[in-house]
């Protein structure tokens, strides 16, 4: 009896229009999993939440530290500027004959310098250096070595020459103290920096807006900085290093983390009960939201037989992209019967497609752009250098050596680039005309800049394809050594060596460098001429995804771009 309504019913559901078995079906299968989903965040809800304010709360002391270790390592970086500042040393070693001389490098040289640091940093509220030179005292700026003998930091100042951190007695100042560096120079000077620890920590005092307590300890466990905003329940509460290391109460979620830099840990704590309580509440509004779903289901259901139409809405639309000729398309299907299977044999033919283009059609197309590029650099060269020629002849009967030199500096390298009209060349042949822009580079920049070669001559005679060094070097000089503030002079070093079945070539200059999101998209940037991204994408032709260009850069240092080929063109 049971089988016999079974069958009755299947039959009475297939005799269903299409669309009512939509529906029905539509129906269930969102039901069942609601209603499992309620029971579910019924009992697990409040669980997972509160594990996840711990993690805000970890990531917001996380974000903390990170803010606190760039303050400090600012700090450091303007400390480090003053010990090493060549002009400070000067003024604090040297005898003066006068006052005047005096005066003048107070004026000249400390003042201006102390005056632009603090500006730059509002919480740095005073510099102070402390001598035992000839130079006299200067107000604030300039004391006695004797004036410092009385600081709780003197001794550890004398006994070390890195820079230490130090805090007051109030806890509302710290002191970054740093001893000169001399070179034969017999003399001791302490360089005092005072910071203004209630700005610095201001960020700590707004992590939340209630309930939560913040403590920073030193590297030695010692107590530097506490900060406590609790509700009417915890408000006589004192949350100090004992209670969160040795006998922390269940009734507080803390966590830790250490600055990178400097061994100080911080802690942050909240009360148990206000998590659970945000849990709560979330939880019953999760609960409302699915009882809102399940009633909503029954009228969205009945929508659902329009749905039908939207596999082949698809179907056309991502036809219409082909014909345009764009084989990058998603189009999925999880049905079987006739328009599914239609979706899936057509997505199989498209990304058929889409693989016969790329690496077929368009990599053919990209090889031709590059040799008609080449190609079109290469109109009446004979012309070129004949006129070459001519004004070589000239500059030597004027007696003009650096017309004449300049002359054939061109004239090798435009025929080491236009190499006959060939994409493939030798190592040795590409550094020759590397070599030659360089010292046409060096002449135009009146000898600005030093060159350092460092080529392994056993590996000259493999063939490469053509043009690969040079556009480096050109964008080392122009972008790099062009744009260099640091004194010194601007060197640029070109090295190749081989590996195993691999070769490098290394460019590096010591210009002004880059930021890491420009030197992550120097790849992928458009570019007017033949730059670094026409060189990678025309090693990835010959060598393969594996092979290319590799840049690494730090601002205001220099930056060095690693060039990756392969033995696989053979030796000539």
Known sequence: MRCLKMKRFKQKFRNLKFQKKIITVSMVISLIPIALLG???YTKMRSLLIEREETAIQETLHQEVMQLDYKLDSYLSTMNLITWNENIRLALSQKYDSNFEMYLTYRDTIDPLFLTIRSLNTDITAITIYTETYIYPHGNTLRP?????????????CSTTSPFFS????????YLICQMHYNYVPYTSIICMTINFESTMLSANNLFQNNYGFLLTDSSGGQMYQYTNLDERYSDSEISLDLLLNDEPSDYITKTETLSNFGWTAFLCRPAHSISAAAINITYVVLAMILLCIVLIFFISTLLSKIIVLPIEKLSSSMEQV???NYEIEIFS????????????FKKMVYTLNNLVNEVLLSKIRQQKYEIEILQSQINPHFLYNSLSLINSKAIIAGQNDISQMARLLSTFYRTMLNKGQQITTIASELENTKSYIAIQQMMHSQSFDVIYDIDNSILDYSIPNLLIQPLAENAIIHGLDHRELPGKAILSVSCYQENQDIFFKIMDNGCGMSEEECSQILTKSSNGYGVKNVHQRIQLYYGADYGLTFHSTKGMGTYVLVKINTSLNKE
């Open 334 to 345: 999880n049905s079987t019967d006739e328009i599914g299977q239609l979706i899936c044999s």
């Open 167 to 174: 805090l007051s007695e109030d806890g509302q100042t710290i």
């Open 145 to 157: 070595l004797t004036d410092a003998q009385g600081k709780k930091w003197f001794e550890q100042a």
């Open 39 to 41: 029971l579910f965040a």
């Open 323 to 325: 014909e345009q000729g």
